[in-house]
């Protein structure tokens, strides 16, 4: 188990926090990030492209002339590749992009991607968020001028609805309850800022 410090919203330490090694303090794989970010990339692929090939353009149905005599090159259809209007010669078509690395494999990056910003002290663990209403302006000040952040994903549970509703319409900073935790959101942000709930609610997720 590793001690963290736990910071109120003016940055000042008010407790300790011990987290788990094993989800707090693992070895960064780089792998494993790379399979769970390209999960996240490729699985937002529609692949819905459609075009046609000769097989399915209308017409055509007949040669434009016969097959010797006129002086003309061969041909069978008119809706052959190399005519205007013909199909599509290996056309790509409609697929599914769909990836899932094992169970084991994304919560190994989650927990390679937390120790990341453990070792580059770049995890801040507060001991609450309130706000007195959902305003943006109060959590980017909060954020910018106490916290002295600068892009950060902030976690925290679902109740919080002010603290949601504000941090949301930041451009530089996001927000999303414990089980909303992935790979791209934290490598997408300099910073990840839990509060202390959250981070309990991670580490027996992912122990």
Request: aromatic residues 6%; charged residues 30%; hydrophobic residues 40%.
């Amino acid at each position: 188990m590793a001690k963290f410090k736990v910071i109120d919203l003016d940055g000042k330490q008010v407790s300790e926090i011990e987290l788990s090694d094993e989800v707090f303090g693992a070895d960064p794989n780089p792998h494993l990030l790379y399979e769970v970010a390209k999960m996240q990339q490729i699985n937002r692929r529609r692949g819905t492209v459609g075009v046609k090939n000769t097989s399915l353009v209308s017409g055509g149905g007949k040669k434009p002339w016969k097959q010797k005599g006129t002086g003309r090159a061969r041909q069978g259809s008119i809706r052959a590749s190399h005519w205007v209007g013909g199909g599509k010669a290996m056309a790509p078509k409609a697929r599914d992009y769909f990836y899932r690395p094992p169970r084991k494999v994304r919560q190994g990056a989650l927990r390679a991607v937390l120790s990341l910003r453990a070792k580059e002290n770049s995890l801040f663990i507060l001991d609450g968020f309130k706000l007195d209403a959902p305003k943006s302006k109060q959590a980017f000040d909060v954020l910018t001028k106490r916290l002295k952040l600068e892009n950060a994903l902030v976690i925290d549970e679902k109740g919080n609805i002010n603290l949601h509703r504000s941090v949301r319409n930041l451009e530089k900073f996001d927000v999303l309850p414990p089980e909303g935790l992935n790979l791209e959101s934290v490598l997408r942000h300099k910073q990840l800022v839990l509060t202390s709930a959250a981070a309990k609610a991670i580490q027996e997720a992912l122990s």
